[in-house]
């Protein structure tokens, strides 16, 4: 479990207020989400599948737009800015990165050459991009012996992490992380979530992960919030939530 739990004054790094995401002018996905990301923190964003998780971090990170769909209520802050009209590439330069659900790689590249590709979102120097990749494989040990292998031949697992070494290449304040354990062994889950809270404890890495599995997000997680058809129906510290008999019942009942 990790140890990384934040004091509760700790200043938000993001704040969602009241968002609303409507898709094709007319279906409404999200509505009335609001949820606070503390500098430093990892936050659970629980559901079951279509409770709108997805449809959340993109409103998020700015990549909604592209599914024909808008924010259209609500305000997000990031570092105390609103992101309305920020575009999704100007937030990842800003330090937000999203990792989305399904572990996309770029299959004929070697993880080498995916890790790459992250950098040049900073546009690293070749120097910083060395050094920056020698982190990766330092937290990222099987990647390391994967290097030249091409993304689509390695497993599930290491996709995975090529994924969010990727991210992690654009030396981001805050993950947004979606669905990391889906399809993934137990095993490896747990040594996903060993890393991301290496990074947050060490790098002081904040994430918003959205995630179905209920006890391996809280058990890394300080805070989460319930997400049910596009509303947040429960909040509290992963303590609490965790101690609540109820609340598999709550949502993945409904599937």
């Known amino acids: 479990m990790s140890e990384a739990v934040r004091e509760p004054w ?12 409507i898709y094709d002018g007319a279906i409404l996905a999200v509505a009335g989400v609001s949820l606070s990301v503390p500098k430093g923190a990892i936050v659970a964003l629980l559901g079951a599948n279509g409770a709108g998780k997805s449809t959340t971090l993109k409103a998020i990170s700015g990549l909604v737009r592209a599914e024909r769909a808008e924010v259209s209520r609500g305000v997000i802050e990031y570092q105390g800015h609103d992101l309305a009209g920020v575009d999704p590439s100007q937030r990842v330069r800003q330090g937000m990165v999203h990792v989305l659900e399904g572990r996309h790689v770029f299959g004929q590249l070697t993880v080498e050459d995916n890790l ?3 950098g040049f979102v900073r546009r690293l120097s070749r120097k910083d991009m060395e050094q920056d990749l020698e982190r990766i494989y330092t ?22 992490m090529v994924a969010i070494g990727r991210a992690l290449m654009t030396r981001p304040t805050l993950v947004l992380l979606d669905e990391p354990s889906m399809g993934l062994a137990p095993m490896i889950v747990q040594e996903i979530f060993e890393i991301i809270s290496q990074l947050n404890r ?25 997400l049910d058809t596009g509303r947040v129906v429960l909040s509290g510290s992963a303590a609490e939530l965790l101690a609540r008999g109820d609340l598999h019942d709550i949502y993945l009942g409904r599937q």
């Not at 790098?203 to 918003?208: A, G, M, R, T, Y």
């Open 202 to 226: 060490e790098q002081q890495v904040s994430f918003l992960i959205a995630e179905q599995n209920i006890n391996v997000a809280l058990n890394y997680a300080s805070q989460g919030y319930v």
């Open 116 to 118: 790459r590709s992250g």
């Open 10 to 21: 700790s200043p938000a790094l993001l704040q969602v207020n009241d968002i609303e995401v």
């Open 139 to 160: 937290w990222f040990p099987r990647l390391k012996t994967k290097r030249h292998t091409r993304a689509g031949l390695t497993s599930g697992g290491e996709q995975q």
